[in-house]
């Protein structure tokens, strides 16, 4: 496998993750269960779960709203951002 392919297994595998991560917080939430953490979930998306993280925050309508988290998550899909144009221009 080149550099490139396992980069791009590497994002595939932890937006799965994540997108799968928001959306046990959010079974959790309705069933009002102990719930995952809102490091954990931030985690993923500093992890590079960014994209899916959005996706889920909006298929599930959850987190949406929430000040204090948007911000980190905010600095931290911008960070990713950044991050994935550097290693896009450097390959």
Aim: zero cysteines; glycine letters at 4%.
């Amino acid at each position: 496998m080149t550099r490139t392919s396992v980069i791009l297994w590497y994002l595939v595998l932890i937006n799965l993750i994540t997108f799968i991560v928001r959306w046990v917080d959010k079974y959790k939430a309705v069933a009002q269960k102990r719930r995952v953490s809102e490091k954990n979930l931030l985690t993923f998306t500093a992890l590079g779960g960014r994209l899916w993280a959005v996706l889920g925050m909006q298929a599930f309508r959850h987190k949406t709203i929430k000040g204090a988290f948007l911000t980190k998550f905010r600095l931290l899909a911008t960070v990713w951002i950044i991050i994935s144009i550097v290693l896009l221009f450097s390959l």
